[in-house]
T-cell receptor, first 115, second 112 residues
Framework: DAGVTQSPTHLIKTRGQQVTLRCSPK?????VSWYQQALGQGPQFIFQ???????QRGNFPDRFSGHQFPNYSSELNVNALLLGDSALYLC??????????????FGQGTRLTVV | RKEVEQDPGPFNVPEGATVAFNCTYS??????FFWYRQDCRKEPKLLMS???SGNEDGRFTAQLNRASQYISLLIRDSKLSDSATYLC?????????????FGGGTRLMVKP
């Protein structure tokens, strides 16, 4: 059973460019959340997707957008990259059951470097 | 005040030592809590869940004090392999897998 997979694992982009990161959730999971982890800090919640809609959003600007596909996979897009966007981007999947989500499992992350 | 606060450490301890980390949270409505372990340049992995007063799993014990709004993690008989960053995590109230709020992490280094 494949866990949460993310691609690419590493990425280098130039300031002002746009980037797309991808995530495939764990089998049986229907909810995908994205987190940004700067060096030396804990992950910060960006947003969550369920039923192909953004359900909750953290304190991130509109430059950060996402999408969820019918197969539950998800993309994170960041426009107009800033040096401060350099971080490890983590995808977490869970399953929505009743009114709650089950335990979140994390992918290995995409390390984005903006130069 | 940050939503979830941890002492960043590092905690440097010898093998076999007992070490404890504390974490404070600000949202009194929070119902469940987690400790995640994160190795260098890897993803966080769930170590323990805490839904009531506490939880024990082998050498690891997590305790919850709702009145003071803190969670602790105790590691007994430390192993070299316990060296990692330990993240205190508070999910959105009433929704365990949704919108996790992480502390900054506490770094543990176990030395021979």
């Amino acid at each position: 059973d494949a866990g949460v997979t993310q691609s690419p694992t590493h990425l280098i982009k130039t300031r002002g460019q746009q980037v797309t990161l991808r995530c495939s959730p764990k089998s049986g999971h229907d909810t995908v959340s994205w987190y940004q982890q700067a060096l030396g800090q804990g992950p910060q919640f960006i947003f969550q997707y369920y039923e192909e809609e953004e359900r909750q959003r953290g304190n991130f600007p509109d430059r950060f957008s996402g999408h969820q596909f019918p197969n539950y996979s998800s993309e994170l897009n960041v426009n107009a990259l800033l040096l401060g966007d350099s971080a490890l981007y983590l995808c977490a999947s869970s399953q929505y059951v009743g009114t709650m989500n089950t335990e979140a499992f994390f992918g290995q992350g995409t390390r984005l470097t903006v130069v | 005040r940050k939503e979830v606060e941890q002492d960043p450490g590092p905690f440097n301890v010898p093998e076999g030592a007992t070490v404890a980390f504390n974490c404070t949270y600000s949202n009194s409505a929070s119902q469940s809590f987690f400790w995640y372990r994160q190795d260098c340049r890897k993803e966080p992995k769930l170590l323990m869940s805490v839904y009531s007063s506490g939880n024990e799993d082998g050498r690891f014990t997590a305790q919850l004090n709702r009145a003071s709004q803190y969670i602790s993690l105790l590691i007994r008989d430390s192993k070299l392999s316990d060296s990692a960053t330990y993240l205190c995590v508070v999910p959105h109230p009433h929704n365990a897998g949704n919108m996790l709020t992480f502390g900054g992490g506490t770094r543990l280094m176990v030395k021979p």
